[in-house]
């Protein structure tokens, strides 16, 4: 690591860095937030360095959140951008490898939504969500392109579908905490597969959301022709 980083890709490089020792301490301890100091330590600089680039660690999660999230909707636009239409199989491995599995992203998630309650000033959290918005925005016409839907449909589908899965997520995850609480007999309901359990809950939510929005075109076309 250089001593100085000067130029705008040097800075890039290595606020890069410090997220990517953000990030290694989060997936070895997600139950608690490093602190400056250790991700200043784990990404070998200073922590006055830390924090000319975040303010804070609490916006430092949501910068390594907002990372995660570029980089998910990067492999899915890489995806809906291919020749040919995709369906729900094409599109569920993706969000499998890159979501789903990635380490400590559901974690992440779910931690931020906390944070941007308390911790996070309002302007950053407003800019976190606009900029969450267009992507949404983006993905939602490639969708729509694909399904031959009308407007508005891919980012209300894919809002359900973001949501689904942190909810389940947070609904079924192991809570280390509970320990063998988690194995009484009224919550044994709860010890499910995740994977196996938001693939059907999203096929099924697709499927039904695609179903009906061609049902609406199909209706107002008809409507139209009258």
């Not at 890709?9 to 290694?24: F, P, S, T, V």
């Not at 400056?36 to 303010?55: I, R, S």
């Not at 380490?103 to 606009?130: H, N, Q, V």
Request: glycine residues 8%; hydrophobic residues 45%; aromatic residues 8%.
């Amino acid at each position: 690591m250089k001593l100085r980083a000067i130029g705008s890709n040097d800075k890039e490089e290595r606020r890069q860095a410090i997220l990517d020792a953000a990030e290694r301490l989060f997936v070895k301890h997600p139950d608690r937030m490093a602190s400056v100091a250790e991700v200043a330590a784990a990404a070998g600089l200073a922590k006055g360095t830390v924090y000319l680039y975040f303010p804070s660690k609490e916006e430092m999660l949501l910068a390594l959140h907002e990372r995660q999230v570029a980089h998910f909707f990067g492999q899915l636009m890489r995806k809906l951008a291919e020749p040919g239409t995709v369906d729900f199989d094409d599109i569920f491995p993706v969000t499998l490898e890159h979501l789903i599995r990635l380490p400590g992203y559901l974690e992440l998630t779910s931690r931020c939504f906390a944070l941007m309650d308390r911790e996070i000033p309002k302007d950053t959290a407003i800019a976190f969500k606009s900029g969450v918005a267009r992507t949404l925005g983006a993905a939602g016409v490639e969708l729509e392109r694909h399904f031959g839907v009308q407007a508005g449909t891919g980012i209300t589908l894919l809002l359900n579908s973001y949501g689904l899965m942190v909810g389940l997520w947070q609904l079924l995850h192991p809570n280390e905490r509970l320990g063998a609480a988690m194995r009484r007999p009224e919550l044994r309901d709860l010890n499910r597969n995740y994977e196996t359990e938001i693939e059907n809950a999203l096929r099924s939510l697709w499927q039904g959301s695609i179903e009906r929005a061609r049902a609406a075109a199909r209706a107002g076309r008809k409507a139209r022709t009258r």
